[in-house]
């Protein structure tokens, strides 16, 4: 697609329920990051992925939290046991092969609203 | 631990005015800043990057500098409109393999008609 795709836009569930969220990435592009964004706080990084396999996940908050990405395009974000206090904002960004001058810039979805009342 | 401020929360400005933001970050040694616009309900889009060889760089109406021994990047807006109304990030990397960024809590610029 033209750019990263985020599905659902919003969710709405339950305390001790577990939910999935989904990332479409640009084509082609090999680095796939999840974010989360609290309001009125810039994004948290959560996990990266480089193709298929998860090269960082410290950002993960705990074991509630995994993410795959199985055949190095599409990921998802999955929570199980949600709490209130996962309430936010879930960002997934996209980038080509971080160059050797590095810094590459960052594609965003529109992001995920989830709820957990 | 590892810092990254923003001067303000909020901004605001007269159109035509330069609208200046300011990124400052400490216990921290990145390759390169990047800086974000972020809209509401959207994601952030990315504008600039600059590296820690370089002073200062340019686009359009946009002006990043990034002074290392300071520790600070600010970032300009010049002849701004109200369609430069947003939330702007700043965003460290430490050119690192992984190229996960730190991000500041974001300046929310309002330029008044």
């Known amino acids: 697609g033209a750019g990263v795709s985020q599905t659902p836009s919003n969710k709405v569930t339950e305390k001790g329920k577990y939910v999935e969220l989904r990332c479409d990435p640009i084509?082609?592009?090999?680095?796939l990051y999840w974010y989360r964004q609290s309001l009125g706080q810039g994004p948290e990084f959560l996990i990266y992925?480089?193709?298929?396999?998860?090269?960082?996940d410290s950002g993960l908050p705990n074991d509630r939290f995994f993410a795959v990405r199985p055949e190095g395009s599409v990921s998802t974000l999955k929570i199980q046991r949600t709490e209130r206090g996962d309430s936010a904002v879930y960002l997934c960004?996209?980038?080509?092969?971080?160059?050797?001058?590095?810094?590459?810039?960052?594609?965003f979805g529109p992001g995920t609203r989830l709820t957990v009342l | 631990s590892q810092k990254i401020e923003q001067n303000s929360e909020a901004l605001n400005i007269q159109e035509g005015k330069t609208a200046t933001l300011t990124c400052n970050y400490t216990?921290?040694?990145?390759?390169?800043l990047q800086w974000y616009r972020q809209d509401p309900g959207r994601g952030p889009v990315f504008l600039l990057l600059?590296?820690?060889?370089?002073k200062e760089k340019r686009k359009e109406r946009l002006k990043v500098t990034f002074d290392t021994t300071l520790k600070q990047s600010l970032f300009h807006i010049t002849a701004s409109q109200p369609a430069d109304s947003a939330t702007y990030l700043c965003?460290?990397?430490?050119?690192?393999?992984?190229?996960?960024?730190?991000f500041g809590k974001g300046t929310k610029l309002s330029v008044k008609p």
């Open positions: 992925f480089q193709g298929t396999g998860a090269a960082d």
């Open positions: 960004a996209s980038s080509s092969r971080r160059s050797v001058l590095g810094g590459n810039e960052q594609f």
């Open positions: 084509s082609g592009h090999t680095a």
């Open positions: 216990n921290y040694s990145p390759a390169y």
């Open positions: 965003a460290l990397d430490d050119g690192g393999s992984q190229g996960n960024l730190i």
């Open positions: 600059i590296r820690e060889n370089e």
